[in-house]
């Protein structure tokens, strides 16, 4: 049980255009999703929360029109990164959590953007 | 705002050596503490967690971790280390209450040679 999907595994994209990245809770359902990035050798970085039913709360520094999450239902949450650029570049994971009160994240397989 | 810090960036092991990974953290409210393992092209996976009760807590594969609380440390072990343990470890903190925002340390390459 309490297993996430994203998709797509990889994408490459061209400058300047936007690229949508799923997650999925495939068995439970999560009031609350998390969007990480994680750069080559380097820790995860939180970049914003997805809360069902209302805005996300972006982490400092993160662009909240650049990177446009959206969490529709309770098992859907995505993010689209417009006008890509290669700094853009990155692995995006999401993890999601369980409503009910568990404290636990269930992490995604990820999704490794590379924008040419 | 709660910060986590892992002491070791890499750190190499032969078979059946004896491992410990430490991890420190500051915040000053009651937390919830995560060790995670990412195994070479895999995703993340919880190795254990400490939410409350005994500090010292079992995870999966052999692996635990103790919370100290005067210390604002949760280091991880194992007894003995195998070759497929190599993988990147990360510790996580979370603050009780609220949303759950988990915040990773810089991670741990394990290498254990055979």
């Known amino acids: 049980g309490a297993v996430v999907s994203q998709h797509p595994s990889r994408v490459i994209c061209k400058s300047g255009t936007s690229v949508k990245i799923e997650c999925r809770s495939l068995d439970f359902q999560a009031t609350t999703m998390f969007w990480y990035r994680q750069f080559p050798k380097q820790s995860l970085m939180l970049m914003a929360t997805?809360?069902?039913?209302?805005?996300?709360?972006?982490e400092q520094g993160v662009e909240k029109d650049k990177f446009l999450i959206n969490h529709a239902s309770l098992t859907l949450s995505t993010l689209t990164v417009t006008s890509a650029h290669p700094e853009d570049s990155s692995f995006y994971i999401c993890?999601?959590?369980?409503?009910?009160?568990?404290?636990?994240?269930?992490f995604g397989p990820g999704t490794r953007l590379t924008v040419t | 705002a709660q910060s986590v810090s892992q002491h070791n960036h890499h750190v190499i092991l032969s078979e059946a050596a004896s491992l410990e990974l430490g991890c420190n953290y500051s915040?000053?409210?009651?937390?919830?503490l995560f060790w995670y393992v990412q195994y070479p092209g895999q995703h993340l996976q919880l190795l254990l967690k400490?939410?409350?009760?005994?500090?010292l807590v079992k995870g999966i594969k052999g692996f635990e971790a103790e919370f100290i609380k005067s210390k604002f440390s949760f280091n991880l072990r194992k007894p003995s280390v195998q070759w497929s343990d190599t993988a990147e470890y990360f510790c996580?903190?979370?603050?009780?209450?609220?949303?759950?925002?988990?915040?990773f340390g810089t991670g741990t390459k394990l290498q254990v040679i055979p």
């Open positions: 993890s999601a959590n369980p409503t009910g009160g568990r404290r636990e994240q269930y």
């Open positions: 997805s809360n069902e039913g209302s805005k996300a709360t972006y």
């Open positions: 996580a903190v979370s603050h009780s209450g609220g949303y759950q925002k988990v915040t």
């Open positions: 915040y000053g409210g009651t937390v919830n």
């Open positions: 400490y939410f409350s009760g005994d500090p």
